[in-house]
């Protein structure tokens, strides 16, 4: 029920409209709570893994982005790049990532990390899925942020840079 509220808290923060079955799923378990009633509450199907470790989260979409989230975990990807992270233990503070014309923009508490130069999306659609890599560079050093989305266009696996010197993090939608 706790993370119910805090992701229903999050949807209301950023103003965003709740697509009617994620506003169904809260709204039932929360009055399934008043009445008595118990009814499974959905497992997380996404998984985050970062630096070893694996983190079971919720995807919400809103407008045009996408969060992945759980009791101390918030990630929002805006439908091109990972805006910001919130909660992954090796980082103390907010990680945001700013999309500029040519690169990206990093920033830890605030605090500017770095700037990368990159290079434009470049698609390849396959019969499987439709993938989309951007290539990224900082003193001769090379990274790639990737995502792809299925044949219904639904995202389905990220695997993005949120601080250049650090291992990228992969978000991925597990297949129950």
């Known amino acids: 029920m706790k993370i119910f509220l805090k992701l229903l808290f999050l949807l209301i923060l950023f103003g965003c409209g709740i697509q009617s079955t994620q506003y169904d799923i809260i709204k039932n378990n929360i009055k399934n709570e008043k009445t ?27 407008n045009s982005k996408t969060l992945f989230a759980n009791d101390d975990l918030l990630i929002i990807f805006d439908g091109w790049n990972i805006v910001l992270v919130r909660g992954l233990d090796e980082y103390g503070e907010d990680i945001t990532i700013e999309n500029n014309n040519n690169g990206l923009s990093f920033f830890d508490g605030g605090n500017h990390k770095a700037t990368l130069t990159c290079d434009n999306w470049e698609e390849r659609i396959t019969q499987l899925n439709i993938s989309y890599t951007r290539k990224c560079e ?33 978000i991925y939608l597990k297949r129950q």
Do not use: C
Not at 44 to 57: F, I, M
Not at 157 to 169: G, Q
């Open 138 to 170: 900082r003193d001769s050093l090379n990274y790639e942020n990737i995502f792809r989305l299925n044949q219904k266009k639904e995202l389905t696996y990220l695997n993005f840079i949120i601080m250049p010197d650090k291992p990228p993090i992969e």
């Open 36 to 62: 008595g009633n118990k009814h499974l509450i959905p497992e997380p199907n996404w998984r985050v893994l970062s630096r070893g470790l694996e983190k079971r989260v919720y995807a919400i979409n809103h």
